[in-house]
């Protein structure tokens, strides 16, 4: 079932994903998210990500600080890498057009690139390599 797009409009929503052969998680920031990521799916990778350990050394990106405060919380992203996942946060800009609507920026990553041996969790990853995602 497809997020409504009231909802992901009024919501923060972690969304997980495979791209170009890494795993993602994303943070929506109120941005619209591929129609391809089920609520429901979504919804029990959320839940396995919840009970996995934090495994990994965690880096913050070099540019994070041209899209967050000094002084921002993101504990959460720093959670989310340590557990094997590239954290991003969608980029809020004005001047994007509606086609522009899949920017996103790494905010925190595993240090040393990290890999998920949870294989339940990975067959749920949808593969949205066909998509045009900008990564920075």
């Known amino acids: 079932m497809k997020y409504r797009i009231d909802y992901q409009e009024t ?17 929506s920031n109120g941005g619209k998210i591929p129609d391809v990521i089920d609520s429901k799916i979504n919804r029990t990778i959320q839940e396995m990500v919840e009970e996995s350990d934090s495994h990994f050394d965690v880096l ?11 002084d921002e919380d993101l504990g959460s992203f720093r959670d989310y890498a340590s557990k094997g996942f590239i954290s991003l946060d969608r980029t809020i800009n004005d001047c ?4 522009d609507r899949f920017n ?4 925190a990553y595993p240090k040393y690139g990290g890999m998920i041996e949870n294989r339940d ?7 949205l390599s066909d998509y045009i995602i900008d990564i920075k």
């Open 104 to 107: 996103y920026h790494i905010v």
């Open 60 to 70: 913050l990106s070099q540019n994070v600080w041209d899209y967050h405060s000094q």
């Open 96 to 99: 994007l057009e509606e086609n």
């Open 121 to 127: 969790l990975l067959r749920h990853l949808p593969d």
């Open 11 to 27: 919501h923060d929503i972690d969304w997980f994903f495979r791209y170009k052969g890494k795993i993602y998680h994303a943070a």
